[in-house]
């Protein structure tokens, strides 16, 4: 029988197919000594640069020091440390230096086009603002800080870091529902109109804004980055020493520590290609 089968391999070649069945004088699991020939160890795999990781990580840091002005502000806002008034002016100032970027760092097609759309947004949350104030009157303030906090959480989490024009929806919604959840705990209709548009401002607006500078350039990222990682270390610090140790701690551990953790790990990534591989389908789409 052993010497029928070597009769039959010597009349047939053997080839790599799909199927070993489809070959006679061969098993399913025959291979011959050629078949790891064109195997090629890790080469899809991306040796990572740690000044490049860095840079890319500051967009990461940028957003959670935007995130923690936001709490700082919520926090102050609701000890009755900034009044109406002066949270008004504060979106006043964040409104217009956001345009003045657009305008810089993008079109004035893109501008003129923005516009608009923010004053139709404006006048809708000022005459929504009696609602927000009243939604969550039948809620304990407890579940209220513990749902916002959840919320947040999730933002951070889910949020878009790439600055892509797809972003995800339950990200923003968490931050919408986080916004109204605090708005109802302040006691005027102006109050709440005022820190509506502050949250919605920087959730909504401060993403485009932050990609178009570093679209713009790199160095203002930088410069953007820094500034807004000193104030909110400065603002977390009037709220307590040990949230600021804390937040800083976190801001070196993505700006810093992730980075050379990720070039660390790259030393024992193991790829094996070959023949053997999954397919993969290319289409001309210009023909």
Not at 87 to 106: N, P, R
Not at 128 to 140: E, G, K, M, N
Request: glycine share 4%.
């Amino acid at each position: 029988m052993a010497e029928g089968g070597e009769d039959r391999r010597r009349r047939w070649k053997w080839r790599k197919v799909a199927y070993g069945g489809m070959q006679p004088g061969y098993d399913d699991n025959y291979t011959d000594d050629t078949f790891l020939e064109e195997m090629v160890m890790n080469a899809n795999v991306v040796k990572r640069d740690v000044s490049k990781l860095m840079l890319d990580s500051i967009s990461i840091s940028q957003y959670l020091s935007i995130v923690a002005i936001v709490c700082c502000v919520w926090t102050d806002t609701l000890r009755s440390k900034i009044d109406e008034k002066s949270l008004l002016v504060l979106d006043l100032c964040i409104l217009a230096l956001g345009l003045l970027t657009l305008q810089v760092s993008c079109s004035i097609g893109l501008l003129l086009r923005y516009i608009p759309n923010v004053s139709l947004f404006v006048g809708g949350l000022y005459v929504l603002a009696p609602i927000y104030q009243t939604l969550t009157r039948s809620i304990s303030s407890d579940s209220i800080w513990a749902l916002t906090a959840s919320l947040l959480t999730l933002h951070v989490f889910l949020h878009d870091y790439f600055g892509t024009v797809s972003r995800s929806n339950i990200s923003l919604n968490s931050s919408i529902v986080a916004s109204v959840l605090i708005a109802s705990r302040v006691p005027s209709r102006l109050h709440v109109f005022a820190i509506m548009l502050f949250s919605l401002e920087i959730f909504l607006f401060a993403p485009l804004v932050t990609n178009s500078v570093k679209n713009y350039s790199m160095k203002s990222h930088l410069c953007v980055s820094l500034t807004l990682a000193t104030t909110a270390l400065a603002m977390v610090f009037q709220l307590h020493g040990l949230l600021f140790v804390l937040f800083g701690c976190v801001l070196v551990f993505v700006s810093v520590a992730c980075p050379f953790w990720l070039v660390r790990l790259q030393e024992y990534k193991f790829e094996i290609n070959g023949p053997w591989d999954e397919a993969k389908l290319c289409f001309d789409i210009t023909e």
